[in-house]
């Protein structure tokens, strides 16, 4: 089972100690705001590149903010600890910003793991990723499950 991590300042320290003993630091991201098994694919995905996985999950503000939704589902808190209990996930941590190039930037792992909805070439962080020597790779399975797409079909069913 996964930590969750409060603070950056606090997971920085934890990965540099994990890097020092050869490990191999992967980071994935997203929302996770009704888990779903692509959810799932994705961090099965991730972790089988490396050693660690990370997971940033967005905060209640930044889901909002991105504009998939008005409100979100579940509350960060409770989406980090379930993230936290899938057994390949390591570590979790909330983040604010609008995109999670200060977590790459001061953790920098050396994969940064994103789903299919992505290419190499097109993954916003990329060059961040590259500027410290990092990879970025895609993981998962096809985009075929979303979180709209459930919440589409829940409010069918009612």
Do not use: W
């Not at 490990?23 to 692509?38: A, T």
């Not at 953790?107 to 299919?116: D, E, R, S, Y």
């Not at 290419?119 to 961040?128: G, L, Q």
């Amino acid at each position: 089972m996964g930590k969750v991590i409060e603070a950056l300042a606090g997971l920085k320290s934890i990965i540099e100690k994990e890097k020092q003993a050869g490990r191999k630091i992967v980071f994935g991201n997203g929302c996770f705001d009704l888990l779903h098994v692509g959810h799932v694919r994705y961090l099965k995905g991730a972790k089988a590149l490396g050693d660690v996985l990370i997971v940033a999950v967005n905060d209640d503000s930044s889901v909002t903010g991105l504009g998939k939704r008005k409100r979100v589902v579940t509350p960060a808190n409770e989406r980090a600890e379930i993230i936290a209990a899938i057994d390949c996930v390591d570590y979790v941590i909330i983040f604010s910003e609008p995109t999670v190039e200060n977590l790459l930037r001061t953790l920098q792992p050396h994969i940064h793991a994103k789903g299919t909805d992505y290419t190499e070439e097109n993954v916003p962080e990329r060059a961040i990723v590259q500027s410290y020597g990092g990879r970025v790779a895609i993981v998962g399975d096809p985009k075929d499950h979303s979180t709209r797409d459930l919440i589409k079909t829940i409010k069918e069913l009612s």
